[in-house]
Every structure is written in C-alpha cells, then in structure tokens.
C-alpha cells in the first residue's frame, strides 16, 4: 500500500488496554524475607555471598549497601522484611552474622549455615501473625491434630 518492492514481514498484535484491563487493579504484596545490610564497602562482597545462598533456597533478599544504617533498617523495615542481616567489622572478623528480627527487634549472632533455620522460623512466625484471625476460628482441639 505504501509503495515499493514486496516485503516478506510477520505482524502481531494483542490490544494492550484489553490486556492491562486482565490484570487487574490490585498487585499482590511480596514480602522481603531477608534485608543485608554491609555495614561498610569491606562486606559488601559478603553480603552477596549471603545473599546468594538464601536466594539459592528461594528466599527474597535484598541488600542494602547506601545511606546510613539507620536509615537503610528502616528501608528494610518498610519493605517488610522479616529478618536484617547485619555485617560489620565484628561479624567479618568473627565469621559470623548478626541477625536482627525485625518484628521483636531481638538480635542474635549465627553463623551462615545456622542462617536458613532462622529465616524459615521467621516466615513460619510471620505466617502465624498473619493468620491468626484464622487459626481462632478452629474448632477446639483441631490445631492439635497432625501434630
């Protein structure tokens, strides 16, 4: 229509609106499972191996590597982590983590292998506190059974 020799093309199209109106209006939260949080440019590369091995067992973990500490606890606060990784000069020489539950605020130090067991307590303490609601309306007795 538009002048010149043949072209061979494929077209396709799928209507965005239509799409965009599928989805919906609401996006479901996403919890973060673990803040890291380096303390100083000499842990951020252990920060990313922490990171990693959580993310390797499907956990959500970001790192927060910028800005003072204070603020970067409240930014993982706010992004509703569950657990703050903290590594420092102490942790670095120690080899180990301090961990910091973001909902009682206690701390504690463990080392890396001990750090998987802590983040699923933590996501079944969480489920817990979600569901609480839920878990009244159980008739007497019925949260007992299975166990």
């Known amino acids: 229509d538009m002048g010149g020799p043949d072209t061979a093309?494929?077209?396709w199209a799928a209507g965005v609106e239509r799409l965009a109106m599928l989805v919906g209006d609401t996006v479901p939260e996403q919890r973060l499972d673990v803040a890291v949080v380096?303390?100083?440019?000499?842990?951020i590369n252990r920060a990313q191996v922490v990171a990693r091995a959580l993310r390797g067992q499907w956990n959500s973990v970001e790192i927060f590597a910028t800005g003072k500490v204070k603020k970067r606890l409240s930014r993982a606060n706010d992004a509703g982590a569950l657990l703050a990784v903290i590594i420092g000069e102490d942790e670095l020489a120690a080899g180990d983590l301090t961990v910091k539950d973001m909902h009682s605020g206690e701390q504690q130090r463990?080392?890396?292998?001990?750090l998987p067991d802590?983040?699923?307590q933590a996501q079944n303490?969480?489920?817990?506190?979600?569901?609480?609601?839920?878990?009244?309306?159980?008739?007497?007795?019925?949260?007992?059974?299975?166990?």
């Open 9 to 11: 093309a494929v077209g």
């Open 38 to 43: 380096p303390m100083d440019a000499s842990a």
């Open 110 to 114: 463990l080392s890396l292998d001990d």
């Open 118 to 120: 802590t983040v699923a």
């Open 125 to 147: 303490a969480q489920w817990l506190r979600d569901n609480e609601d839920s878990l009244a309306d159980l008739p007497d007795g019925l949260e007992n059974e299975g166990s």
